[in-house]
């Protein structure tokens, strides 16, 4: 969880406390509620497979990035609180850092070894939440998922938690002109027998990848169709759109 600093451990206990009593409390007020419905109307957001976000356990929700609009538009549509990790500049930013904290989300160190963050990351899904990572590490420029980083793996790998892969389309195209946006959940992948190592690692991540680029296919289709309801096809079976 997020640290923060206080003269003296029984003070920085008490605060630690309090905070993570108002998490909940923010998230469904601000969260789900300002930032939700801003999200659902003027992204007209649309969400596919919510309901394979598992609604309890510790798990990784594995996603694509291209805007500032995603973590507003997966929270959203998750039918749970998403701990975030967030890059530490993020959490600098005046207003937007103590908007983030405020919802729990954690720091990390972009492109360094930041043991500490890992920590945090694996003790967030240990204590039975719902960790956020975008695996780019970074928005992305050029319209389409780029490469992904290991660290969404090395969580799920460790803790023995699964991963749900989830992608986000049109994101990129919005800038407050109520352009659509739409995401959509995979199945939960398992990576139990996966060696805790650089090779486990990375076979881990690009099958991860590899189905998140899957969903962000699906929703290109379903926007050239107009959006209509739908799943999501399952992992394995071929991806058509009627």
């Known amino acids: 969880m ?13 605060n630690g406390a309090l905070r993570d009593a108002l ?18 109307t ?6 596919y497979g919510r309901e394979r976000v598992p609604r309890d356990g510790g798990a990784v929700l594995a996603m694509n990035h291209f805007s500032y609009m995603d973590p507003a538009a997966f929270g959203a549509a998750c039918p749970r609180r998403i701990v ?8 600098r930013a005046p207003g937007l850092g103590q908007l983030i904290r405020s919802h729990g989300t954690l720091s990390i160190r972009r492109g360094e070894s930041d043991r500490d963050a890992l920590r945090r990351m694996r003790e967030t899904v ?15 420029r050029s319209g389409v998922p780029g490469e992904a980083k290991p660290g969404a793996a ?18 990129l195209d919005w800038n407050w002109n109520f352009k659509p946006v739409s995401v959509a959940f995979g199945e939960a992948m398992r990576f139990y027998d996966y060696p805790r190592n650089s090779r ?14 899957r969903l962000w296919v699906f929703l290109g289709e379903m926007h050239r169709l107009g959006r209509p309801d739908g799943m999501p096809p399952r992992r394995g079976f071929p991806l058509t759109v009627e």
């Open 2 to 14: 997020t640290e923060i600093h206080v003269a003296g451990q029984s003070g920085g206990m008490r």
């Open 84 to 91: 975030y990790a967030a890059k530490i500049e993020a959490h």
């Open 42 to 47: 003027a992204a007209r957001l649309k969400a």
């Open 154 to 171: 090395m969580v799920a790998i460790q803790e023995g938690v699964p991963i749900i892969p989830a992608a986000v389309y049109g994101s």
């Open 200 to 213: 486990g690692y990375r076979q881990a991540t690009e099958e991860v990848m590899a189905e998140i680029q």
């Open 23 to 40: 998490v909940p409390l923010v998230w469904w007020t601000f969260g789900k509620g300002l930032v939700g419905t801003l999200a659902w």
């Open 126 to 140: 240990r204590a039975n939440h719902l960790l956020g990572m975008f695996v780019e590490g970074t928005r992305q």
